[in-house]
């Protein structure tokens, strides 16, 4: 999803936005609650979610506009590369936010094929391939679209192992929805919006049936970032969460994750441990049978083990042996979780720097930094350590 909040699913607290088929994966499956993003922002974000690398290991660190001379690059391994290697037919439909110029496209970077709009909400430019598409789409239509893409595709797959990513423009403003879902939900147009989406995965799910592969086909659901929320009734909510997109609060970086597998997740749990979307590469990668590149580092976890059961807790070098994770804003890291700790560097949010118990307040409401001056100096030094060793080799900023 594109700009969607942590409370947008009736799973995840949403009052008025029903959303049954991703509400029946989260009960069949896993609901996360602390999943984070590396970044607040589109091109980031997604950056990390196909790559496992931290935003300035690829450059890839505020959003890339239309004709951008700049994008991913060839030498930074995708998911879709990774799985290629494997055997894999791979497919992208939606928004890519990684360069819009030919080489920078997916069918340049491990995907067989593609069909959306690359990088912005402007029609003109739906591409397929990397090439205009000639097809006529209005917007009420792009959703529908998008989903029949992506469930021919999982047809055509004909027994072979397959990767679809399916990155949907919705919930992101302009809200664009189809007649059969405007004024049907009771959370207005945004409402609309979220739930033809969750029609759309519903639309997947039933394909993966169709085809007889649901069982052994892992299916995973997130956000890029948290809602827009100065957008107003367009936007989205990030429930008790502060903030949302384009800032290091949990509301621009926390986001619901649900994992379902019937055949290799043990459902019905909901998994309290801190996850990221740099995790996902590895985790997929390992499960497809491949290996990571020595060449690279990659800060993210395989998670499999969360996913079957195995382990209940991901170890880190953090507080009380929890996970360390940063948030970057425009190439710099501006705050580190470590263990249920978390500090948020002193610039544009606050004029000093900001220590929180996510554990016990995830709505960062008190400021820890006077009553644990040790602690906040502590996780200071760990964040300039560790945002250094990331930014060791990194690439110019894009």
């Given at each position: 999803?594109?700009?969607?909040?942590?409370?947008?699913?009736?799973?995840?607290?949403?009052?008025?936005?029903?959303t049954?088929?991703?509400?029946?994966?989260?009960?069949?499956g896993?609901?996360?609650?602390?999943?984070?993003?590396?970044?607040?922002?589109?091109?980031?974000?997604?950056?990390s979610?196909?790559?496992?690398?931290?935003?300035?290991q690829?450059?890839?660190?505020?959003?890339?506009?239309?004709?951008n001379?700049?994008?991913?690059?060839?030498?930074?391994?995708?998911?879709?590369?990774?799985?290629?290697?494997?055997?894999?037919?791979?497919a992208?439909?939606?928004?890519?936010?990684?360069?819009?110029?030919?080489?920078?496209?997916?069918?340049?970077?491990?995907?067989?094929?593609?069909?959306?709009?690359?990088?912005?909400?402007?029609?003109?430019?739906?591409?397929?391939?990397?090439?205009p598409?000639?097809?006529?789409?209005?917007?009420?239509?792009?959703?529908?679209r998008?989903?029949?893409?992506a469930?021919?595709?999982?047809?055509?797959?004909?027994?072979?192992?397959?990767?679809?990513?399916?990155?949907?423009?919705?919930?992101?403003?302009?809200?664009?929805?189809?007649?059969?879902?405007?004024?049907?939900?009771?959370?207005?147009?945004?409402?609309?919006?979220?739930?033809?989406?969750?029609w759309?995965?519903?639309?997947?799910?039933?394909?993966?049936?169709?085809?007889?592969?649901?069982r052994?086909?892992?299916?995973?659901?997130l956000?890029?970032?948290?809602?827009?929320?100065?957008?107003?009734?367009?936007?989205?909510?990030?429930?008790?969460?502060?903030?949302?997109?384009?800032?290091?609060?949990?509301?621009?970086?926390?986001?619901p994750?649900?994992?379902?597998?019937?055949?290799?997740?043990?459902?019905?749990?909901?998994?309290?441990?801190?996850?990221?979307?740099?995790?996902?590469?590895?985790?997929?990668?390992?499960?497809?049978?491949?290996?990571?590149?020595?060449?690279?580092?990659?800060?993210?976890?395989?998670?499999?083990?969360?996913?079957?059961?195995?382990?209940?807790?991901?170890?880190?070098?953090?507080?009380?042996?929890?996970?360390?994770?940063?948030?970057?804003?425009?190439?710099?890291?501006?705050?580190?979780?470590?263990?249920?700790?978390?500090?948020v560097r002193?610039?544009?949010?606050?004029?000093?720097?900001?220590?929180?118990?996510?554990?016990?307040?995830?709505?960062?409401?008190?400021?820890?930094?006077?009553?644990?001056?040790?602690?906040?100096?502590?996780?200071?030094?760990?964040?300039?350590?560790?945002?250094?060793?990331?930014?060791?080799?990194?690439?110019?900023?894009?």
């Amino acid at each position: 999803a594109d700009d969607m909040g942590y409370a947008d699913l009736s799973s995840y607290g949403a009052p008025l936005i029903k959303t049954p088929n991703l509400d029946r994966l989260a009960s069949e499956g896993l609901r996360f609650t602390q999943f984070t993003v590396p970044s607040p922002l589109c091109t980031p974000a997604r950056g990390s979610l196909l790559t496992g690398l931290y935003p300035p290991q690829t450059g890839l660190v505020r959003n890339l506009g239309p004709g951008n001379a700049k994008g991913i690059d060839a030498e930074d391994q995708t998911l879709a590369e990774a799985l290629k290697a494997k055997g894999y037919v791979t497919a992208m439909v939606g928004k890519w936010g990684l360069g819009d110029l030919p080489q920078f496209l997916p069918t340049h970077h491990g995907f067989d094929s593609y069909f959306g709009i690359p990088s912005n909400s402007d029609l003109g430019l739906l591409t397929r391939g990397d090439r205009p598409a000639p097809d006529a789409l209005s917007e009420e239509q792009v959703t529908r679209r998008y989903t029949e893409e992506a469930t021919s595709f999982i047809r055509s797959a004909k027994g072979r192992p397959f990767f679809l990513y399916l990155a949907h423009r919705s919930p992101h403003v302009p809200l664009w929805v189809s007649d059969a879902f405007r004024g049907k939900s009771l959370g207005g147009l945004y409402g609309d919006v979220v739930e033809e989406l969750d029609w759309s995965v519903g639309e997947v799910v039933k394909a993966l049936r169709d085809n007889g592969v649901d069982r052994n086909t892992l299916v995973v659901f997130l956000s890029d970032n948290g809602p827009w929320l100065a957008k107003g009734p367009e936007a989205g909510s990030a429930g008790v969460l502060r903030d949302g997109k384009g800032t290091p609060f949990e509301g621009g970086v926390r986001e619901p994750f649900i994992v379902w597998c019937p055949a290799r997740v043990r459902g019905g749990r909901v998994v309290t441990e801190p996850a990221s979307a740099l995790d996902v590469f590895p985790t997929v990668v390992t499960m497809a049978g491949g290996a990571l590149r020595s060449d690279r580092t990659y800060h993210g976890l395989n998670l499999a083990g969360l996913f079957t059961g195995e382990v209940a807790r991901l170890p880190g070098n953090g507080i009380d042996g929890g996970r360390e994770l940063l948030t970057y804003s425009s190439g710099n890291a501006v705050a580190l979780r470590s263990g249920r700790y978390k500090i948020v560097r002193a610039g544009f949010w606050s004029e000093t720097p900001a220590l929180f118990d996510l554990e016990a307040d995830p709505g960062e409401t008190f400021d820890l930094t006077k009553s644990r001056r040790e602690l906040a100096a502590q996780l200071s030094e760990r964040l300039d350590a560790l945002a250094d060793e990331v930014a060791r080799g990194a690439p110019p900023p894009k």
